[in-house]
């Protein structure tokens, strides 16, 4: 097997496990530069990723890289040259009228806080995305906005479960007023990033720039507006943002896993700006429209499936889209690599039994692993109980959960019972610590993860 081939089976597998933003920031333009007993050797795009990926994500790599049978001693992350990456990848940058060559590349500041930003993806497109049931009021809106941006729907908040196509569709209306009109300056970001930027700002004291940099675009997408709940001061700057570009009739486009009202700890003012416009609702596709999708992802591989494998493949998963992708990019790579023709009996004995389906730990299994650990029941750790020994279970749960399926503060709240996100962020952040001098945290974690991983 090659290395291309190893590592896009390798990331179809991460990309089920972590978040799409994470998947999309951290993990779309690393690459597999070396394979062999002693040494996997990856290269990433720039020092940011290279240093995230080696700090936050190892665990998930090595892992992966061994149910794929690569087991090297070491692995190794290395800054890949920037004259590689522009030949190989799809994505082109951000297009932005006042970002010219004044920007230093060489402190550290100005890396991180604009070299890693990747902006609109060329795969995206609306002639790509398949319309059906549950995504034909969000596309109507969406083509509408791409037409005539900041004429109507001013905001567009799209909103909706996971990997049920929100981020394609806001960056096709990128990409379409793109290809409509180089000159425009259309800026994606998730809101993660924006996040990190923000913070990289006031401490490497760049405020004005971040301000400027944001303020001046023509069209803003900013994905999974979700996680800026409890981060009280990016609300603000985003709120003055908001502000700057409405005003000026530039077309802001927000998507989110709730409604507006829904996502706690909004401040009331940037949450009325957030209903100005218009808000969609999102909902998988259905068994139909799955199939298209299905059937039109083969195609961009050029490989041709029989309908009972299609029908199989959009039977076996039902919401989430990504997974339903990642699942048939498997099946793929899997194919591929064995020379073997792509079934419904293959595709069985690639994903028939729960075993040998990609893994995809939820938060209740951490939940119910985390209480089996402690000898105390789930009903305990996601009740009212404050005594310590369901207090530290519970935290150790939530750290957990944030740490290898990188879900949300509110979310993991309320996967323990919690009413109140700030519950989560606490937890989390006490047990980061803890573990670092407390053996028995430590060890509690691992032990946690390894009943999580048979
Ligand atoms: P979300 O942002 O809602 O979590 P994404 O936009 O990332 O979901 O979609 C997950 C994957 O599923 C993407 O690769 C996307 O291309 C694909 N997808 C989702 N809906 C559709 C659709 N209607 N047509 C084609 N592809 C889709
Ligand atoms: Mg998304």
Redesign the pocket.
Known sequence: MDNVALWRAVLGEIELMVS?GNFVTWFKNTRLIKVDDNEVVIGAPNIFIKQQLERKFSDIINQTLIKNGVAADRVEYKILPASSLHRKFEDRPVVLGHEGSSRPNTAASSSLTHSYRQGLSE??TFD?????SG?ELA?AACRAISQSPGAKYNPLFVY??????????I?AVGNEILAQNKGRSIVYISTEQFVQEFLDAIRYKKNTDFAGYYRTADVLII??IQFIAGKEKTQEEFFHTFNALHQANKQIII?SDTRPKDIPTLTDRLRSRFEWGMAID?QS?DFE?RC??VQ??AQAHEVDLPHDLVEYLAGFIQT???E??GALNQLIAFSEMRKLTPTVELAQALFGSQKSRPKHITARQVVEKTAKHFHVSVEELIGPKRDKEIVVPRQIAMYIIRNELHMSFPKIARELGRKDHTTAIHSIDKIGKEQAFDPDVRSAIGAIKERLSV
């Open positions: 799409q795969k995206y790509n995305f398949i319309v059906g995504n596309h909706g479960g996971v990997g049920i196509g929100k981020t394609h569709l960056q994905d999974d998507s999102m596709p429209t298209v999708i039109s992802k989430n889209i990504r339903l992708e």
